[in-house]
T-cell receptor
Framework: QKEVEQNSGPLSVPEGAIASLNCTYSDRGSQSFFWYRQYSGKSPELIMSIYSNGDKEDGRFTAQLNKASQYVSLLIRDSQPSDSATYLCAVNRVGSARQLTFGSGTQLTVLP | EAQVTQNPRYLITVTGKKLTVTCSQNMNHEYMSWYRQDPGLGLRQIYYSMNVEVTDKGDVPEGYKVSRKEKRNFPLILESPSPNQTSLYFC???????????FGEGSRLTVL
């Protein structure tokens, strides 16, 4: 089992819809969770971080964390074609705040 | 402008010819890290550094060396490159240990 798993996609949604991206992790004691966005040919950029159970909202983005289910998700409301990118989930492993483990990413396409 | 700068951005080399990829950040970050990104495997950590003269192995350190003589610089050294080191390499820095990373633009390396 991979430490951080994401559906590779591709995931396609129409413009204006809600895009839902999911991530599961294996280390139950993981404390910190991050979502990065990577446009094709570009470097990853941090868009959300979440540290406690529940929802965290930032503009059109909402991160959801459920530590009991070892599940973190990213919702993008009112999706725009400019949101088309690969979204990477990343987790600090148990006992290692120094290292971040990434999932392999979910490719999202927002159709005009 | 706050940034992480990598050089070279593109390099084609031959097996066994030593090379160095430089990385410099101007944000006074203590934490720096190197990742490689391969299709289907996502981002994998090679080495990281918590501060000057403090480095440690990530998940895939074989065939690589690093040094951290100055806070701003964290070069990646391939002493004897092999074709399986053909990859896209990212340097990253963070003000908060491993979590909130700022990435460089990437260095695409091809080893023939």
């Amino acid at each position: 089992q991979k430490e951080v798993e994401q559906n590779s996609g591709p995931l396609s949604v129409p413009e204006g819809a809600i895009a839902s991206l999911n991530c599961t992790y294996s280390d139950r004691g993981s404390q910190s969770f991050f979502w990065y966005r990577q446009y094709s040919g570009k470097s990853p950029e941090l868009i959300m971080s979440i540290y406690s159970n529940g929802d965290k909202e930032d503009g059109r983005f909402t991160a959801q964390l459920n530590k009991a289910s070892q599940y973190v998700s990213l919702l993008i409301r009112d999706s725009q074609p400019s949101d088309s990118a690969t979204y990477l989930c990343a987790v600090n492993r148990v006992g290692s705040a120094r290292q971040l483990t990434f999932g392999s990413g979910t490719q999202l396409t927002v159709l005009p | 402008e706050a940034q992480v700068t990598q050089n070279p951005r593109y390099l084609i080399t031959v097996t066994g010819k030593k090379l160095t990829v430089t990385c410099s950040q101007n944000m006074n970050h203590e934490y720096m890290s190197w990742y490689r990104q391969d299709p289907g495997l996502g981002l994998r950590q090679i080495y990281y550094s918590m501060n000057v003269e403090v480095t440690d192995k990530g998940d895939v350190p074989e065939g690589y060396k690093v040094s951290r003589k100055e806070k701003r610089n964290f070069p990646l050294i391939l002493e004897s490159p092999s074709p399986n080191q053909t990859s896209l390499y990212f340097c990253a820095s963070s003000p908060k240990r491993a979590g909130e990373l700022f990435f460089g633009e990437g260095s695409r390396l091809t080893v023939l």
